[in-house]
């Protein structure tokens, strides 16, 4: 068995559980990599002389088993910037709050590894959207794809851009907004939800086009088929807008042909049968908690 280990060194919380974990691994005689920043800060408490390291250029490759990640939904979307398509299947531990993506409960940390030895679990396989833009400049750069969503937004003002929005060649709409998102079903329990979007199945083979704060109240978000082809061009009053790959923010100039896609690759969670989607929305959206049901 062959793990690697992922967290933010801000989080002190995790390291109980993290020393829970590597027991639990050690007991199993599983190889263990940890994340060079990760290693470096958990050795200020253990002795991790006898482990690998990796970062995001070199010391993974898909012989892993399986992915560990230490925190919340946007650490785990931080991790999938080393995975990228390599194929490892990915398990959050949730040391954070809310945890759409990481929903494995720190305090069973143990049962995690005794779970996956038995093989009870699935892998449900998430896709991805990238993002291409013409500009005389790499301002986006390699890591040009995203596990929740992309979103192009307005920049150093207050005033709404608009987003030239066409689907597969044909004009769709211009949105006049702050922004607008482009989610996968991952994603579609993020930034999108909390701008109006649907709820999507992990599975769905869809994207959803949600429009943030749009001046025209007859915008609404928009579920499309994910083999679509989107091109954006925004425009505005300032010079230049965002373009937001998950956590990772690039600016580009207004006028810009965006185009985003769904990516050629997948990411691949592990969903343990005690931690199912559909019992994720129900304890993190309270759905059934009305008296009534």
């Known amino acids: 068995m062959k793990v690697a ?13 993290v020393g829970e974990l590597i027991d639990e691994l050690e007991k199993v005689s599983a190889t ?7 290693s470096a800060h958990l050795s200020k408490q253990f002795n991790l002389s006898n482990y690998q390291t990796f970062n995001d250029v070199a010391g993974l490759d898909s012989s892993f088993d399986v992915f560990i990640s230490f925190g919340g939904d946007g650490t785990i979307l931080r991790a999938t910037t080393y995975i990228r398509d390599l194929g490892i299947p990915i398990v959050g531990v949730n040391t954070g709050r809310l945890g759409f993506l990481s929903t494995f409960k720190k305090e069973d940390v143990r049962k995690l590894v005794q779970e996956f030895k038995q093989k009870a679990y699935t892998i449900v396989e998430r ?17 040009n794809f995203a596990l929740n969503e992309i979103t192009v937004s307005r920049k150093d003002t207050t005033s ?13 709409t211009s949105y006049w907004a702050d922004g607008l998102i482009i989610s996968t079903p991952t994603g579609s329990t993020g930034y999108s939800l909390s701008c109006g979007g649907p709820v999507i199945v992990p599975t769905a083979k869809s994207l959803v086009l949600t429009p943030i704060a749009p ?6 978000p928009l579920v499309i088929s994910d083999d679509t082809v989107i091109r954006l061009k925004v425009s505005g009053r300032e010079n230049q807008h965002l373009v937001s790959m998950d956590s ?4 580009l100039e207004n006028g810009t042909e965006i185009e985003i896609r769904k990516a050629d690759f997948t990411i691949k969670m592990i969903e343990y049968a005690s931690e199912s989607f559909l019992k994720t929305l ?6 059934g908690e009305d008296k009534r049901n």
């Open 160 to 172: 709404m851009i608009t987003v030239e929005t066409y689907l597969n060649g044909e004009y769709l």
């Open 5 to 17: 280990i992922y967290g933010q060194t801000y989080q002190d919380n995790t390291l109980e559980y």
């Open 127 to 143: 896709s991805l959207v990238q993002v291409n833009a013409k500009t005389k400049t790499d301002e986006i750069g390699k890591l």
């Open 215 to 220: 001046h025209n109240l007859n915008a609404r």
């Open 32 to 38: 263990i990599s940890i994340e060079d920043n990760f």
């Open 282 to 287: 129900r304890n993190k959206l309270l759905w």
């Open 248 to 251: 990772r923010i690039a600016t």
